[in-house]
């Protein structure tokens, strides 16, 4: 029974890990988020098949952070379903939309490095040109702004999450919840605590009952030797019971470690090959307006007063 357990336990963790087929109806961004989390599950055909509607033949995200995200990952899932090309021109269009965007050596593979730093190459010049535009925009907004200062400019806020690397090596699901996997952090979690509970307490119960020397009994009454002490038992009349319930103990206790520290590296493993350094954070929702509202309620009806 102990030796089907690992295959049960990695057939249950594999069927967590499988995004079902989706409605793909619904708004862009809810698109652009099944998009993403099939790029966070390697799925890269189906990221592509739900990413690039979005982009061509028009763009219909709604921010320029979405956007670029969206390019980056179409970049990447290309690159990994064995199409240089349509990812060179993935990366060529991230650098339009952001010419100082890098990779980074130290979190993104080496492949994706690579790929993007030939495109960088080739863009070089390109770049320059893009950023002497930019430059000239700023300076001509400046002129417009101080010739006409009743005209106020109109920013786009993008905002970004820094996540820490150093959580994905915690064990119990916490690398899948800092990446937004839920459902696969509170398998972690639960097979996990499981697995270390069953260990803890065999180990507990064993010492607790028959400490570091199980007792043996000899099953019939031992009459004194000449010397006053007990004669030995034979072979065959002692009572290894106890024994043999310590080994089993001791059996349960190595097992269910070593499966837990199996799925902890698999959790380990499944969090840093996931792990994204920046997040995108949605807008704040703007504040309610003040004023007196009444409505029904989960116990009821209720009012409540916001200023």
Not at 63 to 71: D, L, N, Q, R, S
Not at 124 to 141: F, G, P, S, T, V
Not at 167 to 182: M, Y
Not at 199 to 206: D, L, P, T
Request: glycine share 8%.
């Amino acid at each position: 029974m102990t030796v089907g357990l690992l295959p049960a336990l990695a057939a249950v963790l594999l069927a967590a890990t499988a995004v079902h087929p989706r409605d793909a109806r619904g708004t862009p961004h809810e698109a652009y988020e099944r998009g993403a989390a099939a790029f966070d599950h390697a799925e890269y055909g189906r990221a592509i098949e739900i990413l690039r509607p979005l982009l061509e033949p028009e763009v219909l995200l709604d921010t320029e952070g979405e956007v670029v995200a969206a390019h980056r990952m179409l970049g990447i899932a290309y690159l990994f379903q064995k199409q240089p090309d349509k990812a060179r021109s993935e990366f060529h269009k991230l650098l339009e939309l952001r010419p100082d965007y890098r990779f980074d050596p130290l979190i993104d593979a080496q492949p994706i490095v690579d790929a993007f730093n030939e495109v960088l190459k080739e863009e070089e010049n390109e770049i320059a040109r893009i950023e002497k535009l930019q430059h000239q925009h700023d300076d001509d907004l400046k002129t417009h702004l101080r010739l006409h200062p009743a005209v106020a400019p109109v920013t786009t806020t993008i905002r970004y999450e820094r996540l820490p690397y150093a959580v994905n090596f915690i064990p119990f699901g916490a690398g899948q919840f800092q990446n937004g996997q839920r459902r696969k952090g509170w398998l972690f979690l639960g097979v996990e605590t499981a697995l270390a509970a069953v260990s803890v307490g065999a180990f507990a119960a064993n010492f607790g009952l028959y400490g570091i020397d199980p007792h043996r009994k000899c099953l019939m009454s031992q009459t004194p030797s000449a010397g006053g002490l007990p004669a030995a038992c034979p072979a065959n009349e002692i009572d290894h019971s106890q024994e043999d319930t310590s080994r089993t103990l001791l059996h349960v206790q190595l097992v269910s470690g070593g499966l837990f520290f199996v799925t902890a590296v698999w959790g380990v493993i499944d969090a840093v090959r996931h792990y994204q350094r920046d997040r995108l954070l949605p807008d704040p929702a703007p504040p309610a307006p003040a004023g007196l509202s009444v409505g029904p309620t989960s116990d009821g009806l209720g009012a409540a007063l916001r200023f």
